[in-house]
């Protein structure tokens, strides 16, 4: 990937999506898969990443910025693992991750989208939502936690509503994770028998795995809706997990029209002479180093 030109919208010159799969072309005009991604290739790629991310952020906070990041997807999209490797080497006081839990009785008596606003960005945020209002349009019409009504009436507002968003200032970006239906089989399969991801497994997402159709309906629906100028959704295939996440990381510095910031030029200080210092005549509780 280092070796390709990327352009600022993220992609990479040369590159092309065939069916889902990114292959690049040769001199001859043909496709060739990309070769496999190498752990040392991936981790050399995201910490440039991850540097561009804090440059982003540094301008965030002088700038003033609002960036609001939405990740949809369906279960074991990577959403979760994508937004772990934004937020890895950042600041939590600039990036605040959003992932709302079932509403309570109070907040379904309001109207929907007001729960979601509160936890739009101020000046000098960056808002990440694990799951968004998108919810209505994706599993609560597919399990019936809405009616159709409330499903057409919500898909009829959002344009609007994030058009809204868009003029007050904040910069919105939606991405939907795709994962094909063999890969979400197999990672779910994966968390049956690791003690490491069994909590991502519920009842729930057995249910959704069952209504894949279901889902791609919704998720076609909720495009045609809701693709907009303003406020367009961008598609992610991610049966590939690092490359996914280099893409979208890319992808997303590309959206935001950051500067780097100058480098500053830090000296340690000189440490202060002992003094009048002497160590307590107390036994430290360390805790056991069985490591």
């Known amino acids: ?50 540097g561009e991310l804090v440059a982003m952020q ?7 910025a609002k960036i609001c990041v939405v990740f949809e997807g369906r279960d074991t999209a ?16 600039v990036f605040h991750i959003v992932a709302l839990p079932t509403p309570t009785e109070r907040e379904k ?5 007001q729960r979601y606003v509160s936890h739009f960005p101020a000046a000098g945020e960056v808002i990440i939502f694990d799951r968004s209002w998108y919810n209505r349009a994706g599993v609560e019409r597919v399990m019936g936690f809405c009616t159709p009504e409330e499903t057409v009436r919500f898909l009829e507002i959002t344009p609007t509503f994030e058009k809204a968003m868009v003029e007050s200032g904040i910069v919105l970006l939606k991405y939907w994770l795709e994962v094909g239906p063999e890969e979400q089989t197999r990672r779910l399969e994966s968390r049956m028998d690791d003690p490491r991801k069994i909590w991502k497994l519920s009842d729930m997402d057995l249910l959704s795995y069952s209504r894949w159709y279901d889902y791609s309906v919704a998720r076609d629906d909720m495009f045609a809706a809701t693709d907009t100028a303003w406020a367009p959704w961008f598609v992610a295939s991610t049966d590939n997990k690092k490359r996914g996440r280099l893409n979208i990381i890319s992808h997303l510095l590309g959206q935001i029209p950051y500067e780097p910031m100058a480098k500053k030029d830090v000296t340690l200080p000189e440490r202060q002479k002992a003094g009048r210092y002497r160590p307590p005549n107390i036994t430290p509780r360390f805790i056991p180093t069985p490591f």
């Open 109 to 113: 008596s309001q109207m929907y989208l």
């Open 1 to 50: 990937m280092s070796k390709k030109t990327r352009t600022r919208d993220g992609h990479i010159d040369g590159a092309e999506d065939v069916d889902g799969q990114v292959e690049i072309k040769n001199g001859r005009g043909a496709t060739a898969p990309r070769t496999t991604l190498r752990r040392k290739e991936y981790e050399a790629e995201l910490a440039k990443l991850q």
């Open 58 to 64: 540094e301008w965030v906070k002088a700038s003033g």
């Open 78 to 93: 990577g959403k979760g693992g994508t937004i772990k490797r934004i937020v890895e080497r950042v600041s939590p006081r």
